[in-house]
């Protein structure tokens, strides 16, 4: 059974920054991506950004580039979301997904392609 657990979530004014991780447990294949998705009350779950196994090629949603950044720590089965520049509209619970397709080029933004999943974590970013 694979297990992805996310932390770093909180409250924090317009501005300012979250380091979210998400760490995985459990047997899954070797390379594998792993991307982050947020869902705000009312609407429906989006893509923000997604990492390859070799942590090297990512993928950003156009509403977080050159804000946010995707990284992995493979040896801690770590992914993890630096969030600067936060807006209130970055409010919102964030899900860690992990896709146990092995892709070449670059990570899916498609949830419906992530196989594991986790429980979220909620970021509020008051103005």
């Known amino acids: 059974q694979v297990q992805l657990v996310e932390s770093g979530g909180g409250l924090v004014q317009a501005g300012g920054s979250l380091r979210l991780s998400c760490a995985v447990s459990g047997r899954f294949v070797s390379r594998y991506a792993m991307g982050w998705f947020r869902q705000a009350p009312g609407k429906e779950r989006e893509f923000v950004a997604a990492?390859?196994?070799?942590?090297?090629?990512?993928y950003y949603a156009d509403s977080v580039k050159g804000r946010f950044t995707i990284s992995r720590d493979n040896a801690k089965i770590t992914v993890y979301l630096q969030m600067n520049s936060l807006k209130p509209e970055d409010t919102a619970v964030y899900y860690c997904?992990?896709?146990?397709?092995?892709?070449?080029?670059?990570?899916?933004?498609?949830?419906?392609?992530?196989?594991?999943w986790g429980q979220g974590t909620q970021v509020t970013v008051s103005s």
């Open positions: 997904a992990l896709d146990q397709s092995l892709r070449v080029w670059e990570p899916s933004r498609i949830a419906d392609e992530y196989d594991y």
């Open positions: 990492i390859l196994w070799n942590a090297i090629n990512t």
